[in-house]
């Protein structure tokens, strides 16, 4: 893959992914929801990473790791936001993080981490296309 088709693999599997976290979201299944909306911003990362040094990003699911590796202008206030997402794909991906992570995704949670996927979506794909 070209370096431009491996960046579009990744903004497109991301665009095809968004619409599902507004599903799980509205369907009540919150702790799904976070889950799926980190992979959006894994992808977008991932991305970024691709357009920054032409190869395959490293596979792995720290997203302020990755926006370091990537070489993103991250301020405090997004790193934070970023290390914040990244728990919802470790609590998702590990049975015994489950039990909390699902009582703690509540939909008023959920609702408040979904502005922070949002923000963050933004920033990413205005940084992945310029």
Request: proline share 3%; glycine share 4%.
């Amino acid at each position: 893959m070209t370096r431009e088709e491996m960046i579009e693999y990744r903004v497109e599997t991301a665009a095809h992914d968004y619409p599902t976290v507004q599903h799980l979201y509205d369907s009540g299944d919150y702790g799904w929801c976070l889950f799926v909306g980190h992979l959006v911003i894994e992808k977008l990362l991932k991305a970024c990473y691709v357009k920054r040094h032409g190869v395959q990003a490293p596979r792995i699911h720290s997203l302020p790791r990755l926006a370091e590796l990537a070489e993103l202008q991250v301020d405090a206030s997004r790193n934070a936001t970023l290390v914040r997402l990244t728990q919802f794909s470790m609590r998702g991906r590990y049975p015994d993080a489950k039990r909390e992570f699902y009582k703690r995704a509540t939909k008023e949670f959920t609702t408040d981490q979904l502005r922070a996927f949002e923000e963050i979506r933004k920033w990413l794909l205005t940084t992945v296309s310029g």
